[in-house]
């Protein structure tokens, strides 16, 4: 393995027998490998792996973004923007992703955490007016959407009305309270859910089905 190539944790260095391991490596049985993602430094006998800082990603208009809802009230979703055109940006970055309370656009750590909204008139093409914003997102929803506009000082503005758009990935919510399903010692809550139309996903354990404004994006089959 050649100096600069890039590796990922875990993965085997390609180096000398007699190598021995510097930062970003560990040796084991005779073998050095990496502990981070980065490039390989070989240098005096020792390999390193140079940790590389991702580059600042800025969503602009008619990108593709994947974000986390986490608010909704009944005139918007609030989303903690993570992917931006296939690339990890503001709390994807961070360990703790979507553990922090959200940040105006722009201003969380080093300036990579961002924000955006789904009003109600962007949620879909028809009927805007009887869109009901807990029908369509719930808070950790996943969703797909793209940037419509830079909004304000504190949000981007996003847009869900299209097929391909809308929430990708949910887990079913609790049983209301009293509910028989809701007796100590049984949760059946908080499974994947699959899409059985263009409205509903459902839980394929309990087949409990929830709103929301599925997305048919062409890895969803």
């Known amino acids: 393995m050649t100096d600069h190539a890039f590796v990922l944790p ?3 260095l390609q180096v000398p027998t007699r190598t021995w391991n510097g930062p970003g490596a560990f040796r084991m049985n005779e073998v050095v490998y990496a502990s981070r993602a980065g490039k ?3 240098l005096a006998g020792r390999a390193s792996v140079l940790s590389e800082r991702p580059p ?5 208009t008619d990108c593709t973004i ?4 986490t608010r909704v009230t009944p005139r918007q979703a609030t989303v ?3 992917v931006v055109d296939d690339v990890p940006c503001g709390g994807a970055l961070g360990a703790g992703a979507g553990a922090r309370g959200n940040h105006a656009a722009g201003e969380g750590i080093e300036g990579t955490d961002f924000q955006g909204i789904i009003r109600s008139q962007d949620v879909r093409n028809s009927e805007q007016d009887s869109v009901v914003m807990s029908q369509c997102f719930r808070p950790g929803d996943i969703v797909r959407a793209i940037v419509i506009s830079l909004g304000d000082a504190r949000s981007y503005y996003l847009s ?4 391909d758009l809308g929430v990708v990935h949910a887990t079913s919510s609790p049983p209301p309270v009293g509910a028989p399903d809701a007796r100590a010692g049984w949760t059946p809550y908080g499974n994947p859910m699959q899409p059985v139309s263009w409205i509903e996903m459902a839980d394929p354990v309990t087949g409990l089905a929830e709103k929301r404004k599925v997305a048919k994006p062409a890895w969803l089959t």
């Open 10 to 12: 875990g993965q085997p």
């Open 40 to 42: 390989v430094r070989h």
């Open 160 to 163: 869900t009305a299209r097929n």
């Open 80 to 82: 903690s923007i993570l």
């Open 56 to 60: 600042l990603v800025l969503p602009k």
């Open 66 to 69: 994947l974000g986390r809802v």
